[in-house]
Nanobody, 124 residues
Framework: MQLVESGGGLVQPGGSLRLTCAAS????????IGWFRQAPGKEREVVSC????????IYGDSVKGRFTVSSDLTNNAVVLEMNSLKPEDTAVYYC??????????????????RGKGTLVTVSS
């Protein structure tokens, strides 16, 4: 399965962006789907993890209440809505998929399918 992120760009503080993770080669909804981000000089951070059965959805503490993940089943994609963006949200955002929940919530370094990322820059 291939994953391609899109929607990144430059936005002012307080603004919003919508990232999309489109999958090909398999059904994305059959997998645990994680959004991660990595800022320059910093470690990879979990943004969100969504379980295969849709019963579990977690967000990183730094994005809770501002970011929302949803499934776009028609387009075999997952959407990350980002609101009230802050300069510290600046990072490359990655969409990854795996069959195991644990691989997502413990940092995502072992995720089986990995996107190449899209850059989000929050700056005035």
């Amino acid at each position: 399965m291939q994953l391609v992120e899109s929607g990144g760009g430059l936005v002012q503080p307080g603004g919003s962006l919508r990232l999309t993770c489109a999958a090909s080669g398999d059904t994305l909804d059959d997998y645990v789907i994680g959004w991660f981000r990595q800022a320059p000089g910093k470690e990879r951070e979990v943004v969100s993890c969504k379980s295969r059965d849709h019963h579990s959805l977690i967000y990183g503490d730094s994005v809770k209440g501002r970011f929302t993940v949803s499934s776009d089943l028609t387009n075999n994609a997952v959407v990350l809505e980002m609101n009230s963006l802050k300069p510290e949200d600046t990072a490359v955002y990655y969409c990854d998929a795996d069959l195991l929940w644990g691989n997502c919530i413990y940092g995502g370094l072992a995720m089986q399918y990995r996107g190449k990322g899209t850059l989000v820059t929050v700056s005035s």
